[in-house]
């Protein structure tokens, strides 16, 4: 009877394995450009609270530069953009599962993520910083071992964290599903300092009511990032057509607009 149940349980796991291995295989063998355009919608994933990339309002409508970009990018080809908010710390396995075809939040290229996800060209620089308290005390990385550290769940924040590097370590860290959760701590002294986006980090601030309570510390040693869109690899027609959309965007000017919009900087920089 044991070896009866165990068979079983073999069975159900070789079962359960192959079916990920077949989402996988497709996600990285197959084209859906002709379903999206057949559609005439694709659908764009993100964390509904990452300003100024892609966040909701107080009346519930979407905005942020990501949500402007990706609306520009598609009008050209006459397709819907259809914008999905999901757990970010899932945002792979709901691309490779079909239940979104883009990830398009702040995502910036990282070597963990390029064995998963195909980029686009990249379309904006960015970097992680930490965010205290003026009156914390902190004015460097080295000085968190003494304190308790917050990121975001799945974030790039986190990878770069986890990686064998010598720039911090903190007491403790302690992770959130949303950035705005982490400052709720940070404001009640349950931590001491976030690691984030620079970009979020000085949007944010600046639209809240106490900014001056808060300091900013950026390290030479964080390696810069940038921002791209993610795929699955097989989508190698969908990579072609946002980065041909994003050159154009760049040529006619509304690249260096929706730049200055968000960040107020006058910069139309499309890498490579």
Request: glycine share 6%; with cysteine.
């Amino acid at each position: 009877m044991k070896k009866r149940w165990i068979f079983v349980l073999l069975a159900t796991l070789m079962l359960v394995l192959t079916g990920c291995e077949s989402v996988q295989e497709r996600a990285n063998t197959q084209d859906t450009w002709s379903k999206i355009a057949q559609k005439n919608q694709v659908v764009v994933g993100l964390d509904d609270s990452f300003v100024p990339m892609g966040f909701e309002k107080k009346n519930g409508q979407l905005t942020g530069y990501d949500i402007d970009l990706a609306k520009a990018v598609f009008k050209q080809y006459g397709i819907h953009v259809s914008f999905q908010t999901i757990d970010w710390s899932m945002n792979v396995t709901e691309l490779r599962n079909g239940t979104i075809d883009l990830l398009w939040n702040g995502y910036s290229i990282t070597p963990e993520r390029k064995k998963k996800v195909a980029f686009s060209r990249p379309y904006l620089r960015n970097r992680q910083v930490l965010v205290v308290k003026k009156d914390s005390g902190i004015n460097s990385f080295k000085q968190m071992k003494k304190y308790e550290l917050g990121m975001q769940t799945g974030s790039t924040a986190e990878q770069w964290y986890e990686t064998k590097q010598n720039v911090l370590h903190a007491k403790k860290t302690v992770l959130y599903d949303t950035i705005s959760n982490s400052f709720l701590d940070l404001n009640a002294g349950r931590i001491q300092g976030i690691l984030l986006d620079e970009v979020y980090a000085n949007y944010y601030i600046a639209h809240m009511t106490k900014s001056k309570d808060y300091k900013v510390i950026q390290n030479d040693n964080v390696p810069k990032d940038l921002f791209a869109v993610g795929m699955r690899k097989g989508d190698k027609t969908l990579r072609k057509k946002v980065n041909a959309g994003l050159v154009r965007l760049q040529k006619n000017g509304i690249l260096a607009k929706l730049n200055k919009k968000w960040f107020g900087k006058e910069s139309n920089y499309l890498g490579r």
